[in-house]
């Protein structure tokens, strides 16, 4: 470095001396480290605590105003203006937001739920505030001991600031109508102290030290860190979550996810995070297996999955998240052009491999701790029963960090001198600059610059002690001309190569196959799974089931569906569900979730002119070509109808539309039918008029129990035939019965008392009774009985057992019938007789 120039020397009064200049006699012992802070740097250290809080209130105000505003204010109330702000202050100094309930359902329950998310927008307006204050408010005497006093004041202050403030202000929650007491919520915990404590401690001791040369003997003393390194780690990780917040917030409304517009505020920078470490080929992981732990022993543990990760390999990933990772193979390469920069074409020592690797593992830690949620339930009543579940990057993230500074330092030892070997000298520049580089060269101001090769032939080389470097104004190689003895030789030029210009070829040649097929590979992942997502996608069977289902296609519908059920079963034939009304309209797909070979479609449709939703299950069963999958529907069985007919009008054919669909057995038949509205009918014949039922078979999943019918059942009304019928049946019984003679059978109407003494009975009809029809009792028969009486001669032989003599004796009797009529095997018959 160069010298620097002799700077003036500060003189002071001595606080410590008397009158004159002498000093003052000495007590037992000198001052201490608290004596020589001056007053304004004690207020100085509490306002810089206040300024950082205050920075972080102001943000977390926004936060919640934009929140409220994009969730339209439904879970707010006036006082989350003031009590948001500082619970979100509170949580980003990593407290966790807890609320308790108490229900009295039956039996009392009593539980509470924490969630520690960081929000990551308040915590930097906390950090930055923090920073700046300490910096540059209060400034004094600040050496030693007294920076980390005045740090520790600092700190004290912000954490006892932010946890009385978010015990005092707890959020509330009036109006949110759940019918559960939910009490106040507070992050002020022991954690949000210490988090506080730690963080207004480092922040105001880190920017105490650069206000002062303590800075420069802090870097003389951790010289051995890869500084550099850790910078363009820094601008590589921060650029790549800065574009996808951007991409984020911009997507966010505009896609099906747009229910999750009103927590961008707040976890944006959160969401990014987290795809950042899915785009580096990691994964995002939701443990929530201690949760169904405490869930079974309270019996009701479920059959899903309890850890779940989320990545680029998994099914159903859409094939845009592999932009993502080409970004993070473009930010990867233009890290390495940084870093081999910021090293001027020095040969790295094998130490940096180490450094490289080192880096990125930590800053995959913090990212992992940055990017976690953590929720907490516990329940105390009826028992005992405590949970915790983990939502955020996987816990192995910090290793796939690692493996990608490996391929970084690979990149920049093997690759990136290729590409700078032919990059513009404007690329050049701007490269230097952003790593830092044209701080490490040094040029003398009475040095020139000489451009390499501008050097006539045969004059003299650079004197000893020039160095080839880089003109950070152009970014030309140059010849720098230091003055002798002066130090400031710089490392060599970036157009200066270390390589034969055979190997430099075959280096040519290898990175353009490299990177030729690595563009090819990631092109063809990227079109594939685009292709795999967009083309054969369960979300495309899904609309083409629904708009067969709309369009009254039962065929293609069969097809789409894993069913027992064969085309033309009941009513699922073209020509029947398409005349079927009421089918559903207006079918749209809201929500898709893949997890292995099972996808769950969320789909909202009308029926009837009436909103309804569902969830499509489909299941994968087959992909061919590595990306044409075939997906069929799971769990959407047409629905049933379930036929009963009169009992007395036996086995009947059904007809819906005017078309056959089966034959009732044993008085009833079950018909398969898509949703829609049917009008089924039972045709007439020459004894019964037609009779019809509507019935709406309603919901898309179909399954016993999801149809509807009309209030009326299936009647049996007689015809005018069968009534006539009917009465010339009962006419003849009258007839074979007066013909028979025999008063006492129980297949004849009654005709007057009988007796066994009674023998040679003979009847005469005298008056003929008046007959009537009436519909039976059971549906499909018909009663015929008298309405008047008929009178009926009887003329017998008796012999009562006294004598041997037989009288012949005549009387008339009335003649009453009451009989059931029914058609059976087509005939008009009479069954019985009352």
């Not at 041997?804 to 009451?818: C, D, F, G, M, V």
Request: one cysteine or more.
């Amino acid at each position: 470095m160069n010298s620097a120039p002799a700077q003036p020397v500060l003189t002071q009064a001595n606080p410590y001396s008397g009158a004159a200049g002498q000093p003052l006699a000495q007590g037992p012992s000198g001052p201490n480290a608290f004596s020589v802070i001056a007053p304004r740097a004690w207020r100085g250290a509490l306002a810089s605590a206040g300024i950082g809080y205050g920075a972080a209130f102001v943000v977390a105000l926004l936060t919640v105003a934009l929140t409220g505003l994009l969730t339209g204010w439904e879970m707010f109330s006036a006082g989350w203006l003031v009590s948001g702000p500082v619970q979100l202050v509170a949580m980003a100094t990593f407290g966790q937001l807890g609320a308790s309930a108490e229900v009295e359902y039956i039996i009392s329950f009593a539980g509470s739920v924490t969630v520690g998310v960081l929000p990551l927008l308040v915590l930097a307006a906390l950090l930055a505030g923090s920073y700046l204050s300490s910096r540059f408010v209060g400034r004094g005497v600040w050496q030693g001991s007294s920076a980390l006093i005045l740090s520790a004041v600092s700190g004290l202050t912000l954490a006892v600031g932010a946890t009385v403030l978010a015990a005092v202000l707890p959020v509330q929650f009036p109006d949110l109508q759940l019918g559960i007491p939910v009490g106040s919520t507070s992050a002020a915990s022991v954690g949000s102290f210490l988090g506080a404590l730690v963080i207004g401690f480092v922040v105001s001791y880190v920017a105490r030290l650069q206000a002062t040369d303590g800075w420069s003997r802090l870097l003389v003393r951790a010289t051995w860190l890869p500084w550099g390194t850790v910078r363009i780690a820094g601008l590589h990780l921060g650029a790549f979550i800065a574009v996808l917040a951007v991409v984020l917030a911009i997507m966010t409304p505009l896609s099906a996810a747009d229910e999750y517009v009103g927590v961008l505020p707040v976890f944006l920078l959160t969401f990014a995070i987290n795809a950042v470490v899915i785009g580096m080929l990691g994964a995002f992981s939701a443990d929530l297996s201690d949760l169904d732990r405490v869930l079974a022993t309270l019996g009701g543990a479920s059959n899903e999955q309890t850890q779940q990760n989320l990545s680029v390999f998994s099914d159903g990933v859409s094939g845009y998240i592999w932009l993502i990772v080409l970004l993070a193979l473009i930010l990867a390469v233009v890290a390495s052009l940084l870093l081999a920069v910021r090293r001027n074409r020095v040969r790295p020592a094998l130490q940096s491999w180490l450094a490289t690797i080192a880096t990125y593992m930590v800053f995959g830690l913090v990212l992992q701790l940055l990017g976690s949620a953590l929720v907490t339930a516990s329940m105390t009543a009826p028992e005992n029963a405590s949970a915790s579940g983990t939502m955020g990057p996987a816990a192995w993230t910090f290793l796939i960090f690692a493996i990608w500074g490996a391929g970084i330092e690979a990149l920049t030892r093997f690759v990136a001198p290729v590409i700078l070997a032919y990059a513009t000298p404007r690329a050049i520049g701007a490269l230097v600059k952003l790593s830092g580089q044209e701080r490490l060269l040094p040029v003398a101001p009475t040095a020139p610059l000489v451009p390499v090769g501008t050097v006539a032939a045969g004059a003299a080389l650079p004197a000893a002690g020039a160095g080839y470097g880089i003109d950070p104004a152009t970014g030309y190689p140059v010849t720098v001309v230091t003055a002798a003895g002066q130090p400031g030789a710089v490392p060599l030029a970036f157009a200066t190569s270390t390589m034969s210009p055979a190997t430099a070829k075959r280096v040519k040649i290898g990175a353009i196959i490299v990177g030729a097929a690595a563009l090819l590979i990631i092109a063809a992942s990227v079109a594939g799974g685009i292709v795999r997502s967009s083309v054969f996608g369960p979300q495309n069977v899904a609309t083409a089931y629904l708009d067969a289902l709309e369009k009254g296609n039962a065929s293609t519908a069969l097809k789409l569906l894993e069913s027992s059920a064969d085309a033309g079963d009941g009513m699922l034939s073209n020509d029947i569900f398409g005349l079927a009304t009421d089918r559903i309209e207006d079918a749209a797909i809201s929500e898709v979730t893949i997890t292995e070979d099972v996808a769950q479609i969320e789909v909202h449709f009308k029926q009837g002119g009436v909103s309804d939703s569902a969830v499509l299950k489909l299941t994968r069963t087959s992909t061919d070509w590595l990306i044409a999958d075939n997906w069929s529907v799971l769990n959407a069985e047409p629905g049933r109808i379930d036929v009963y007919i009169p009992t007395r009008r036996g086995d009947v054919e059904l007809e819906v539309n005017g078309m056959s669909v089966g034959t009732t057995k044993d008085d009833g038949l079950t018909l398969p039918a898509f949703p829609g509205t049917y009008e089924v009918a039972i045709p007439a014949t020459d004894y019964f008029e037609e009779s019809s039922v509507t019935y709406v078979v309603s919901g898309l999943l179909g399954g016993y129990g999801e149809f509807e019918s009309s209030d009326d059942g299936f009647t049996a009304t007689p015809t005018a035939e069968y009534e006539a019928a009917a009465l010339d049946a009962v006419n003849a019984l009258i007839t074979t019965c007066l013909a028979a003679g025999d008063a006492a059978s129980d297949d004849c109407p009654n005709m007057g008392y009988i007796s066994s003494y009674y023998s040679n009975v003979a009847y005469t009809l005298v008056t003929a009774p008046d007959l009537t029809v009436d519909l039976s009792y059971e549906d499909g028969g018909l009663t015929v009985s008298t309405d008047t009486y008929g009178v009926v001669s009887m003329e017998y032989d008796v012999n009562y057992g006294f004598s041997s003599e037989i009288r012949h004796e005549t009387t008339e009797n009335y003649l009453t019938i009451r009989a059931e009529v029914n058609v059976v095997d087509g005939e008009v018959v009479v069954t019985s007789i009352y």
